[in-house]
């Protein structure tokens, strides 16, 4: 059996269940990153046997001892390895399996694959115990997503999800922000259903994905053949949704007379609260702090700078979240303004053509960005340029077409149709022109 699993980390399993030890080496980990022991001991506890009628009577403290790969509760970058030390084998009890196999359990295929030299006792290294080593394993591992913002749990069935709070969170000022998000949630909610109700399953939750940020629905052929063409980042939400959304406001509520300070702060708060009901994705952030920023220039009458905008945001999320530097979603988003900052005026002095303006735009991007996409992915669309000065022009129509449907919805069931149609086409054109390119040669 292999005992070594590897994607972006590696993990090899050792031992038996009625070995001196068992064990596990994680490689790949990056350094730096402070692990919680404690935490780590609690979920080493959960899954301790003895603990209740249903799991096996063998008692085990499921002590973890590191080995290397961790220096005063920090990563090292070196192989993590971890061993847990066996102290209640029985193994006489075990005597008869080398005869008297148990059906169902892996004695009879071990015995085939070892020519009868597996280890019987307790099941081997195929044993319920050897899951105490991937426990540690997946303690570490979760310890590390949560730095970045992501939190594991299991959900196995709900109709509706709330959040619900601890007792040292029982004050007025969580509990109005828990309502809020709860509000939030069910308006996401509402909107899905209405948005798949109207278009359908499979253009339906492309809209969801493109609005609300919500990935569940979207048919898997169709997320390939976007991402195959370097359009995988239409289907969520990025700076180009939050600028949209936020300057469609700003500039709507100026036009009706409205002041800079009241446009800025209403337009913020509306896009705020989209971050929120949508999560809170790297390039959001990053364009909502931006957003920030230029208001604050609008509101006080200052010129906007975007070279230092753009590494004022990129300083505080790195403060914010140190990881993100080595996220590829963080490369991409602050690499495409840095390319239109940096490359842009390049290309515009040696192509002085205004009906090529949105072609150069699009190769000062890719031009920045290849470099990541190659690192990150490999592969670069050879495409991706030209579809991307055809389509992207047209995605303000996507979104304002496809809000249109939402809202509109509300008042007359007719207009909101004709929004939803509108979207539906639009989106049926970019599905054409993606199946072309990918027929072309070297797609």
């Not at 071990?110 to 899951?131: E, L, P």
């Not at 945001?313 to 914010?320: K, P, R, W």
């Not at 004709?418 to 022109?433: A, E, H, T, V, W």
Request: hydrophobic letters at 45%; charged letters at 20%; aromatic letters at 10%.
């Amino acid at each position: 059996m292999g005992a070594t699993y590897k994607n972006n980390i590696e993990l090899t399993i050792f031992g038996e269940s009625h070995g001196k030890a068992i064990g596990i080496t994680i490689g790949n980990l990056p350094s730096g990153i402070q692990i919680d022991l404690d935490e780590v001991s609690r979920d080493m506890k959960r899954r301790a046997p003895g603990q209740n009628k249903m799991s096996t009577a063998r008692k085990e403290a499921d002590q973890v001892e590191i080995l290397s790969g961790l220096q005063d509760g920090i990563t090292t970058g070196a192989p993590l390895t971890g061993v847990i030390y066996n102290s209640d084998q029985h193994s006489k009890d075990y005597s008869l399996l080398k005869t008297n196999m148990r059906p169902g359990h892996s004695d009879y295929p071990a015995y085939i694959k070892y020519k009868g030299f597996n280890d019987v006792r307790g099941g081997g290294h195929f044993s319920g115990r050897i899951t105490a080593p991937i426990v540690f394993a997946g303690a570490i591992a979760k310890q590390i997503l949560a730095k970045q913002g992501i939190h594991v749990g299991v959900l196995t069935k709900a109709e509706q999800v709330e959040i619900v709070l601890s007792e040292k969170d029982k004050n007025w000022i969580v509990s109005r922000w828990n309502s809020i998000r709860n509000q939030l949630d069910r308006l996401k909610n509402y909107w899905n259903w209405k948005i798949v109700s109207q278009m359908g399953k499979t253009h339906g939750a492309m809209l969801s994905a493109i609005l609300l940020g919500e990935k569940s629905g979207l048919d898997l052929e169709m997320k390939k053949l976007y991402q195959k063409n370097g359009l995988g980042h239409l289907l969520a939400i990025s700076g180009l949704h939050m600028s949209l959304i936020g300057m469609s406001v700003y500039r709507l509520l100026r036009r009706m007379g409205n002041s800079f300070l009241f446009s800025g702060i209403a337009g913020g708060g509306i896009l705020f609260f989209y971050l929120v009901m949508t999560g809170p994705q790297v390039s959001s952030l990053r364009a909502l702090l931006m957003f920030f920023i230029r208001m604050g220039a609008e509101i006080t009458g200052r010129d906007v700078d975007q070279p230092t905008s753009l590494a004022v945001t990129a300083v505080i999320l790195s403060i914010y979240q140190p990881l993100y530097l080595l996220d590829a979603a963080f490369l991409l988003s602050f690499g495409a303004i840095l390319g239109i900052l940096l490359l842009y005026p390049i290309f515009e002095q040696k192509i002085r053509l205004k009906a090529w303006e949105g072609f150069k735009i699009s190769l000062a991007v890719n031009g920045m960005l290849l470099g990541i996409m190659l690192y990150y992915y490999f592969e670069v669309p050879p495409y991706a340029l030209v579809l991307n000065v055809i389509l992207i022009p047209l995605f303000p129509f996507v979104m304002l077409t496809g809000i249109g449907g939402i809202l509109f919805s509300e008042l007359s069931g007719t207009v909101g149709k004709i929004g939803f149609r509108s979207c539906d086409r639009l989106l049926s054109f970019y599905d054409k022109l993606c199946e072309l390119t990918s027929a072309l040669p070297g797609s």
